[in-house]
């Protein structure tokens, strides 16, 4: 089946605009989460859903960013007020449910702030 | 904290030969282990999931899981060009239903 899919693949934006990510998990998979990988770094874990709700928000950076899941399936992760150092590769994974672990991740939208 | 620790590499290993990358997590009840693989500006693929003490095997891939130590293994038999990427470890956390990753071991498979 389809695997998990991310939109746009990449964007490029100006500092101080707002920009939404939207991710579309597997189909039936409950769990979906979102991380931030920076050029050479490691995976930095930013939300999860569990449904529609997001039992731990603690990964946010800032205030700036938040993300909402709709009907238990499509999640939109929205930047405001971008800063150059958002800069990064967003990824989103599903799972079957938070108790299932195995994550499936998609391709990841690459945003650049300039 | 929790923790997971990798070896940054990079390794580098000949083709035909054993890959062995190595994993320590500070977590002493976690029960589920993960090994991913990432090529270069691809997002993280999973390859092997280990819950028990002990070896599992999948093809060229084996992962070794020893709880009193703390400790998770992949190895690659017959390592091949095609095996070269940075190797996630990432060990779930029962407390808050999150994967916790390591930062990853890049791997070099030398023809």
């Known amino acids: 089946g389809a695997g998990v899919s991310q939109s746009p693949s990449n964007k490029v934006t100006e500092k101080g605009k707002d920009v939404e990510l939207r991710c579309d998990p597997i189909?039936?998979?409950?769990?979906l989460y979102w991380y931030r990988q920076s050029l050479g770094q490691g995976l930095e874990f930013l939300i999860y859903?569990?449904?529609?709700?997001?039992?731990?928000k603690s990964g946010l950076p800032s205030d700036r960013f938040s993300a909402e899941r709709t009907g238990g399936s499509v999640s939109t992760l929205t930047i405001q007020r971008t800063q150059q150092e958002d800069s990064a590769v967003y990824l989103c994974?599903?799972?079957?449910?938070?108790?299932?672990?195995?994550?499936?991740f998609g391709p990841g939208t690459r945003l650049t702030v300039t | 904290q929790k923790e997971v620790e990798q070896n940054s590499g990079p390794l580098s290993v000949p083709e035909g030969a054993i890959a062995s990358l190595n994993c320590t997590y500070s977590?002493?009840?976690?029960?589920?282990f993960f090994w991913y693989r990432q090529y270069s500006g691809k997002s993280p693929e999973l390859i092997m999931s280990i819950y028990s003490n002990g070896d599992k095997e999948d093809g060229r891939f084996t992962a070794q899981l020893n709880k009193a130590s703390q400790y998770v293994s992949l190895l690659i038999r017959d390592s091949q060009p095609s095996d070269s990427a940075t190797y996630l470890c990432a060990v779930f956390v029962d407390s808050n239903y999150q994967l916790i990753w390591g930062a990853g071991t890049k791997l070099i498979i030398k023809p």
């Open positions: 189909s039936g998979h409950t769990a």
């Open positions: 859903f569990q449904g529609n709700s997001a039992p731990d």
């Open positions: 977590d002493r009840v976690s029960q589920s």
């Open positions: 994974a599903s799972s079957l449910s938070s108790l299932s672990y195995e994550q499936y």
